[in-house]
């Protein structure tokens, strides 16, 4: 992942003073993100080291409505002098990735000397445009830059071309108590989304147009893109007067609208776009912990999320043959571009479970949305190539009574690797193979055409059919009996179980404080992994027995990776655990806000985000969706006075509002809607509500 | 490893024609390895493109007796024509390796750019000296030249200087059925031995020695230090008219003699310096194939490998810190100064092992010599330090009977990786944790300042000690009761067996043709582990129960490394197999004369060397040493008539000829030996023989 050429920059001279802010005084400073316009602004006042006071106000937004537009509206107002003012803006090119020096392994590959270099600067008119190239894989970026200012007509204007930078920079006479107001208007293009020869042009053109619109009437249609995402959010949360866990929420919310807006030909990064980390890898974390948000809320993108791991098919059928795998596709752990990027395939390949992920979210979609065609253009395809894996990938073990086993494989939780008989594996593995049948079954029977077509395309008899239900039928669920519990994996519960009382807070996270080798020795995991099959899959198991495991692996687990807590808190509201799922909801809703794990710097983490909201929903809410049917079993958390919030279900608005005593389901939009409280079954019309007691 | 000055260029011009094997005609080639003077020949005769015919014959040795020194005889004989010859013998500073751009990733790393760089070249006076320098941790190398031209008084003496190249060159007249004769002796010496500023000096006055000597000196001195060493090892096969076997284990020992020359600070690398496989690492191959071997035969030797693990003993200590132990140490897995050279982990530093190999080769090593002033001085450090990290590494099993286990361990079969309870592992961490407390005890009696000395400086204290006992005495050794064989790990027998049927032979070996995660998948071995610790512990289990384990591994084993046909050959020997001895034999002995493998290009396969004669002295002589006595157990294999070999125990040279129907023991130096042929207790004094049927 490489930074762009940086158009952030807007200098400012008050006569031979450049504002800086590590010179001079500054003696106001506020950073404000609103969240219903999706602008940024910084508002502070300056004095510098002669003496001139000056207020700055710079509020900028990257617009939801223009995918290619990002627009800045900078204000400067003179405090205490009349003189002359020089505002520069500039792109500049020579731009660096700023972790790649870091030490943390997992943040960042070395880039040095393999970023963008400048290959044209069109100066001679304006928006100027500079386009920049990748070393090695040539891809081409023209970023377009346009301005007015707003007061102060008898500027001086001036363009500036230097290697690797061009600046426009206006002159003019400032009096005292006065403003002057700049605008500017910035784009990108890509050689990914279109032909080189017509990048300069284009971005060229949307500035122009950007600056056409106004900074104005841009901020009014960001307020209106989120105030009807906000509204479908539906969030309210009332907890005394105590503000912050709301705003958590809507924060991390925040982050998932605006990394939202894929093509299809991309998805999300573990940290989204909001910094290095992971260098941009896409992982299971979309289609576990993201999708479910996406699908009830905005389920376009999550259906554009779901295509482009059909777009990458191909590379994860060419994966399967790297591994050996005669048949079949396996998703890269890590990737962008569709090759598996990750280098230590104990802790990445060998996590098999993503095929798993990809097939459950394609489920979770279709049962949200009940958008089945997805099914016939992409998703059967991605389904059953998966599939495939699993049948190819185990072996009927004789020594455990013949059956279903997967030996060196890697779970969910990375604090163990190549394990035999992973229970999330296994569980999941069996999941996919009956869904892959039933699948192909109901294709078969209601859409022979394109089920004929499909089979001749992978080469699919109904030899692999059974062979994909006898796999599923006769699947090693690994169970200990004295305990009675499921350990993580065959060799789990040989393992001594790690000290914690002789490790100190500071040694935390493990993994960057103790040899892999060390950890993977202990009873210890990083995050859940038979308590996520549990969230997943709830259906397989009693209540008891899911106390029983969450009981074992919650004192045994650090929660060092940022996918842990929000599950914890899920199932633990399941469990009727209410202190550990407020305190579960606690640590996941405020992480990166809080800067809880001492790394948001490497960025946000979206699947955490992602899975606040589930705590939300899916946890206090007790939402599920089961056979495509919709469920809820809400509680209050002991602390709080209610909450509220909103998911579309089948094109149904529908808006679920907690009290103390009561919860009110209303229908929003859509027809009709049906689903259970609890055990009751529950038909609302749309407009109407229904009130039942909590 | 780098290549360093390349000293081996000396060119050819008949009048202004270049000699060249690429341009002309060859009428005669030959090349000749003497093993029994250590020189290298080749002769040739050529005619060049304007017809005329030169004899050349060039001879090589690199001295035994001088180990800076290299010497070289260079001779031409026109054939056919009288006229002018240039001969130019140069130092070529411009070296890259070679194995660099391959994409075998168990040869060698990429070095590009980071070789040696020429620092100094010293031409105004003979001998002429290069100076290189290494870019990173400015090691420095001094390479001088001298010349003596033989015939040929009237020769123009040239000396020209190039950036990274200096040549010195005669122009002389030659006549038809004339020869000419020019010597050359090369010195390098580096700044790992000597201060950098002495270095060029050093160079050139070994240099100048050398040519005093003159190089028929030189080969009768090699001549002289080989013979000692071939009388010593006393082989003689009789197999018909074959000679292809003993001259195979001549060449296999030969390549040992000249890797020998350890100075406590450098032991051997894999491929000895043959070539850049493996960059030159050491690996536990010195201590389990090699050592049985100089301590056999150059006893000196083995204690000069030894002393090298005590002199990186701290590297081994701060390893056991980086893998979180707070005593102890471990060995890296491979390296040359003394730190990890390992990056994949899993099949590196895991192999714990190693720290038991080497503790092994010392008991060896002083059971063979008796020198237990080894032990005083470096040994009991190295075996304690080392031990201590198996009784910090295992854990007490409550599931298993709080049986001592370890999990999360290589073994030295390589198609597996972190397993729990690797029998090999287990059993040879047995043997070190017993032996370590052995020493204990005899230093505390027979030494006690020495101990206490030790004890202190190590913090090693008596609660200590009976820890070690105790994890020994509680060890677990995997067994299983249905195949009543030894499973090598806790797992293996779980995973499916290989399908070899289906598997051509293009698809070995197999790490080369499937990915890590399928191997690891199959109940498969690259090399013996099971069967291995049958070899190093002969006296642990039954000859019934070591036969089913081999009868078990045997068919299962692909032999994809060149550490395993020597094992399976010595065992299969002990076990009566004789058809799979010969066979293993034949596989081991001539393994890199006919480049069996198809790798020798990277060097040659040192372990396997010194194993095939083990394969002899072990194998068919069937000689073991265990607890500080020696025995033998020969037999004839089938096909032969007889063999001879010779060790030195002890100080006593001792010769054993195996006949068709007797054995025949003769002591060849020292005062007396006793040792068990079989049942029998056998006693001679020097220069007797001792005959007994076989």
């Not at 907890?239 to 866990?245: G, K, L």
């Not at 910094?275 to 996406?294: A, K």
């Not at 253009?377 to 389904?383: D, L, M, S, V």
């Not at 169970?479 to 393992?495: R, S």
Request: one cysteine or more; glycine letters at 6%; hydrophobic letters at 35%.
């Amino acid at each position: 992942m490489l930074n762009v050429t940086n158009s952030k920059i807007i200098e400012l001279c008050l006569d031979d003073e450049r504002f800086s802010l590590t010179s001079g005084t500054i003696l106001e400073y506020k950073r404000v993100l609103d969240m219903s316009n999706g602008s940024l602004s910084r508002e502070l006042v300056w004095r510098s080291p002669k003496g001139k006071e000056v207020q700055i106000t710079v509020k900028r937004l990257v617009s939801f409505s223009h995918r290619h537009l990002m627009a800045f509206k900078y204000q400067v107002k003179a405090l205490n002098f009349s003189g002359k003012v020089t505002v520069s803006s500039s792109l500049d090119g020579d731009v660096e990735n700023h972790t790649h020096e870091e030490e943390d392994p997992r943040f960042s590959a070395t880039l040095e000397g393999l970023g963008l270099s400048v290959s044209k600067i069109i100066a001679d008119q304006e928006p100027v445009v500079m386009v920049q190239e990748t070393c090695r894989s040539n891809l081409v970026l023209a970023c377009a830059m346009d301005h007015r200012l707003l007061s102060g007509s008898d500027a001086v204007k001036n363009i500036e071309q230097e290697h690797q930078k061009v600046t426009v920079s206006y002159q003019l006479d400032i009096k005292q108590s006065e403003s002057i107001c700049l605008e500017k208007y910035v784009t990108y293009y890509t050689s990914l989304d279109y032909p080189v020869e017509e990048l300069p042009e284009l971005a060229s053109r949307m500035a122009a147009k950007g600056m056409a619109k106004g900074f104005d009437i841009l901020l009014g249609e960001q307020s209106e893109y989120l105030g009807r995402l906000w509204d479908k959010a539906g969030l309210d949360i009332k907890v005394d007067n105590i503000t912050s866990i709301e705003q958590a929420l809507r924060f991390n919310l925040f982050h998932l609208f605006q990394a939202a807006g894929s093509n299809g030909r991309r998805s999300i990064g573990a940290k989204g776009l909001t910094s290095e980390g992971y260098d941009g890898h896409y992982f299971w974390d979309t289609e576990i912990y993201m999708i479910p948000f996406y699908a009830a809320l905005m389920p376009g993108e999550a259906r554009k999320l779901l295509e482009y791991r059909y777009y990458i098919l191909d590379y994860a059928c060419e994966r399967a043959r790297v591994l050996n795998h005669v048949k079949g596709a396996l998703y890269p752990w890590r990737t962008i571009a569709g090759e598996e990027g990750s280098s230590y395939y104990p802790a990445g390949t060998a996590q098999y479970h993503i095929n798993a992920a990809v097939a459950y979210a394609i489920n979770k979609y279709v049962e949200m949305t009940g958008d089945f065609s997805f099914i016939l253009e992409f998703g059967a395809e991605i389904i059953f190539q998966t599939a495939r894996l699993w049948e190819d990938l185990g072996t009927y073990n004789s020594r455990k009574g013949y059956l279903f086993c997967y030996h060196e494989v890697t779970g969910p939780d990375e604090y163990t690797a190549l394990v035999n008989n992973n229970f999330y594996t296994n569980l999941m593995a069996r999941w996919h193979l009956n869904y892959a049948y039933e699948i192909a079954r109901n294709l078969e029977i209601n859409y022979p055409d394109q089920f004929k077509r499909l089979s001749d395309k992978i080469e699919l008899d109904q030899d692999e059919l059974q062979a994909w239900l006898k796999a599923a039928k006769n699947m090693y669920i690994p169970y200990d009996h004295i305990l009675q519990i499921h350990p993580q994996d065959d060799g789990f519960l040989d393992k001594e179980v790690w000290d914690f009382k002789a490790t100190p807070a500071e040694r935390y996270p493990l993994m960057l404080n103790y040899h892999p080798l060390v950890i993977y020795r202990y009873q210890v995991c990083k995050q859940p992994d038979v308590i996520l099959a549990h969230f997943l899959l709830p259906d397989q198991f009693s209540l008891d027995q899911k106390c029983r495991d969450y009981n074992y692996y919650e004192p045994i687990t650090t929660h060092d990776s940022s996918l842990s807590p929000s599950i914890f808190g899920i199932v633990a509201s399941e469990l009727g655990l209410y202190e550990d799922a407020e305190y579960f909801f606690a640590m996941t809703s405020r992480l990166d806000l809080d800067n809880n794990l001492n790394d948001t710097y490497y960025g946000v983490h979206m699947a955490n985000m992602a899975g606040s909201w589930m705590n939300l929903v899916y946890g206090f809410g007790g939402m599920r969706t089961t056979n495509g049917n919709l469920s809820f079993n809400p509680y209050l958390p002991p602390d709080w006075q209610g909450y509220k919030f909103g998911i579309i279900f089948k094109e149904n608005r529908l808006e679920v509002e907690v009290k103390e005593n009561e919860v009110v389901y209303s229908l929003r939009e859509g027809n009709s809607i049906n689903f259970r409280h609890r055990n009751k079954d529950i038909f609302i019309v749309e407009g109407e509500k229904v009130i039942v007691s909590i």
